[in-house]
């Protein structure tokens, strides 16, 4: 009886742990969001603008602005997106598909609705925990939202903006005190 209640356990951490890191990429996602402002240079006004849409009304926002002004980066913004629509729908089934919670054996039964109809999803605490380390490869590995394609995508706009300004607010983008951006100042 006693491997019922630790499974619960380990079931209800892991699916924190994955809240908690989807959370994290998806304020990566509002803050880029914030650099396709005009002005970026005031994106901190803008983020109440961006935590009000949903998920994947920020994935639409940042795929329109990359097609439409930052070509270059979207092969790597297409792979992206890809890993984080799997991973979001994860989040569905895990986040909105209780129906009821019993405590688990060595799965979880979840219910969402998809294309109209009603899907389910039997996931182990193996598979959860996979999703968690993808997310956190996402959120800071190669290309992740708040790793080297934050890096990317800010340096790539600050870069377009510098273009269009005269000296006088064109901006210097240092990364760990090394000046990336192409304008050194």
Known sequence: MMGIFKNDKEFKEAIGAFVIAFSELEYGLVFLCTITEFDFRKKDEYIHKYL????????????????ENLIEIKPIWNDIK???GQLNRERRFLVH?????????????????????????KQTLEEIKGYI??????????????????TLFVKTRVDKWNVLVND??????????IIISNWKG
């Not at 009000?52 to 097609?67: A, M, N």
């Not at 006088?168 to 005190?177: E, R």
């Open 133 to 150: 380390n993808s997310i956190h490869h996402l959120n800071t590995g190669d290309n992740g939202i708040n790793g080297d394609f934050h």
């Open 168 to 177: 006088n607010n064109k901006i210097v983008y240092k990364v760990n005190d």
């Open 82 to 84: 890809i890993k984080i």
């Open 97 to 121: 598909g209780f129906m009821s919670y019993g405590l688990p054996m060595e799965t979880i039964t979840t219910r969402v609705k998809e294309n109209g109809r009603l899907a389910t999803k």
């Open 52 to 67: 009000g849409l949903s998920f994947e009304q920020k994935v639409r926002h940042l795929t329109e602005y990359i097609d």
